[in-house]
């Protein structure tokens, strides 16, 4: 089972405006990452942010994390046509000594130049 | 630095024949990952390696899945006999240990398509 939810499902813009996708979970997390995916490829690691953050930058990447809400969101700024990728949260659940990363079903972005 | 390395890139079957998976980690990753993933969907975890031993395989089809590790550095998933519910992507992934999360690295995968 899945335990992240990106919305939207699929979102479309201009090149030079920001995305912003959303996640949800549902149980408690030690940290939360995402990944993206261009077509035909495998996921690559954007940025990680941990239970006790609640935001977090990388170049044009800015991700905040709501532990109350159990949500996190991802914002590109001034995107660009090679950002058009499927976008992944995966939330690390650990029971035990038992690590878990769970995906969810994903945010496909297309940024049209 | 060779990033995860995946072989074949692509594989199409017929039902009921076997099909074996091929993985080589980034070099001094600990932890080995095998995911699948469906069409518009996620990744979904299979089996889980610390070095050679299976540390979660609770997502894996013990019936027509198997996996091994063999001196802790490659891996072979492989079915069989295959289904059609199988066709997905096959990915791999490595990290140098899964007790801190780290990150995780990808490979590009394997397409299976069982016809």
């Known amino acids: 089972s899945q335990q992240g939810e990106e919305d939207p499902q699929a979102l479309s813009i201009q090149e030079g405006e920001n995305a912003t996708m959303n996640c949800s979970y549902k149980?408690?997390?030690?940290?939360l990452q995402w990944y993206r995916q261009n077509s035909g490829r495998g996921l690559v690691h954007l940025i990680l942010i941990r239970s006790n953050e609640r935001e977090k930058h990388s170049g044009r990447l800015r991700v905040t994390l709501d532990t109350s809400k159990k949500s996190s969101s991802l914002l590109i700024t001034a995107s660009r046509a090679a950002d058009t990728a499927s976008y992944f949260c995966a939330t690390d659940s650990r029971g035990g000594s038992n690590y878990k990363l769970t995906f969810g079903k994903g945010t496909l972005l297309t940024v049209n130049p | 630095e060779a990033g995860v390395v995946q072989s074949p890139r692509y594989k199409i079957i017929e039902k009921k024949q076997p099909v074996a998976f091929w993985c080589n980690p980034i070099?001094?990753?600990?932890?080995l990952y095998w995911y699948r993933q469906n069409l518009g969907q996620g990744p979904e975890l299979l089996i889980r390696y610390e070095n050679e031993e299976a540390v979660d395989d609770s997502q894996l089809p013990k019936d027509r899945f198997s996996a091994e590790r063999l001196k802790g550095v490659d891996s072979t998933l492989k079915i069989q006999p295959a289904e059609l519910g199988d066709s997905a992507v096959y990915l791999c992934a490595s990290s140098l240990s899964a007790g801190l999360s780290y990150e995780q690295y990808f490979g590009p995968g394997t397409r299976l398509t069982v016809t």
């Open positions: 149980t408690s997390i030690n940290n």
């Open positions: 070099s001094g990753h600990n932890t």
